[in-house]
């Protein structure tokens, strides 16, 4: 399969980027995003696009692509929703209508996060927007779209976050994360396991649209 890849300078999209360039399945991966990456792969191609909310002025080649693993993000901390919907909501939909009509016949993946509210009427400011986001890419048109809602991710094949307070906390946990997984497999994942559920849920076309940690640990293995 061919595959498109938005956002590898956060940890999930890191993982998800070694993953696919690792597996067999996947012949041809395009790495979409706002500056150059640190690694050499024949199988990987790079597309910078350094404003998203704008692409009527890029050159954009996303023609026979078999899926879109969206992985890219924005906190919602000291933001205003307006301000938060833009960087998700719009960012997303954006990239996701220019994707569509260039490969109709495709996969969308979106990393979303647990918690996020399909209603759109919760009171929690980034669920509604999450949520918001879902229901669009969910009503785009893709041939299947599905949205990964990890709680707790830890980052292996030494990928670490940008962010010194959660490398800290990755830290700590690391040592008991495995634990974790066998006993409560409904709280936590991690990033081969995104990436590998990832290209499964391509490859089998899962019934269900929503996956949470213990889905996306399944879907893995299988």
């Known amino acids: ?19 696919c360039l690792d597996s067999p399945e996947v012949n041809k991966v395009l790495m979409v ?22 692409l ?10 078999d899926a879109c693993f969206f992985c890219a993000g924005s906190t919602s901390v000291g933001k205003t929703e307006e301000e938060y919907s833009k960087l998700t909501l719009d960012l997303t939909c954006n990239f996701g209508e220019a994707f569509i009509k260039e490969s109709p016949d495709s996969v969308f993946c979106l990393v979303s996060g647990a918690g996020t ?60 994360y495995w634990l974790i997984l066998k006993h409560i497999p ?20 899962p019934e269900f649209r929503i996956l949470h940690s213990r889905e996306i640990n399944k879907l893995a293995k299988d």
Do not use: C
């Open 1 to 19: 399969m061919n595959v498109v890849i938005v956002g590898s300078s956060g940890m999930v999209g890191r993982g998800v980027l070694l993953e």
């Open 33 to 54: 995003n706002r500056r150059h990456i640190d690694i050499d792969n024949p199988k990987l191609q790079e597309l910078i696009i350094e404003d998203f909310l704008n």
């Open 56 to 65: 009527k002025d890029q050159k954009l080649d996303l023609k026979d692509y």
């Open 117 to 176: 509210d399909s209603t759109e009427k919760g009171r929690v400011m980034w669920a509604r927007v999450k949520g918001k986001t879902e229901n669009a890419i969910s009503n785009m048109g893709f041939k299947s779209s599905y949205m990964f809602r990890p709680g707790y991710i830890q980052p292996l094949r030494g990928i670490k976050s940008k962010t010194k307070l959660y490398s800290a906390m990755y830290a700590i946990f690391t040592p008991l």
């Open 186 to 205: 409904s709280s936590s994942t991690n990033t081969t396991a995104i990436g590998m559920a990832m290209i499964n849920a391509v490859i089998k076309q």
